[in-house]
């Protein structure tokens, strides 16, 4: 039971440590989390828009699971996270910044109609596994589940096969026709 609260500790000691220690060279500290995909593509700009802009500010960035995010940000040892659907306690302030759409896309050649052996299940978290289950009851255990994001554009660019992805990830593989968008699929 004293765990999580010694976890709690620990990470706002280390935190504590880091802010003192850039005190000398920054007036302020901003610590930044989100889940991988979140980073890739997008936070990952604001951070160098950030750093350019207000160098002043020195910033840490991780990469964790929505709750764990979100028990960071109750414990105070995160600034601001970035998720697909916060829960909300008591006491964050919670805004939208986007809608990000997750659509079908396929590198099998032909019509690359899903199937079995083809299609890979990628993991962008538990609302999206249960919106997925909901639509494809039949593609609830896959031959291949990857729980790795965006890593799991390379598997699809790599091998001949099918799965969701951010639309704002495949953009350029669309337009390059290394990826076809299976306009018929639901979109998340």
């Not at 105070?76 to 909300?88: A, F, K, W």
């Not at 299609?119 to 729980?147: I, K, R």
Request: glycine share 10%; charged share 20%; aromatic share 10%.
């Amino acid at each position: 039971q004293f765990q999580k609260h010694a976890l709690a500790m620990v990470r706002v000691w280390q935190r504590a440590q880091l802010e003192v220690g850039l005190s000398a060279q920054h007036r302020d500290h901003l610590a930044v989390g989100a889940g991988a995909t979140l980073w890739h593509g997008f936070l990952l700009k604001w951070v160098s828009w950030l750093r350019e802009n207000i160098p002043d500010i020195a910033v840490s960035a991780i990469a964790a699971a929505e709750n764990d995010l979100t028990q960071r940000l109750v414990e105070g040892t995160l600034d601001l996270g970035v998720m697909y659907r916060p829960s909300r306690p008591p006491g964050l302030a919670i805004e939208h910044l986007f809608d990000e759409e997750f659509v079908q896309v396929t590198s099998q050649p032909g019509n690359g109609r899903r199937g079995g052996e083809e299609y890979v299940f990628v993991n962008w978290g538990p609302e999206f596994q249960l919106d997925h289950a909901a639509a494809y009851p039949d593609l609830a255990s896959t031959g291949l589940n990857l729980d790795i994001g965006t890593a799991g554009l390379d598997f699809l660019l790599a091998n001949p096969s099918t799965g969701y992805f951010p639309l704002r990830h495949v953009k350029t593989h669309l337009a390059r026709g290394r990826l076809r968008l299976n306009t018929r699929a639901r979109k998340f």
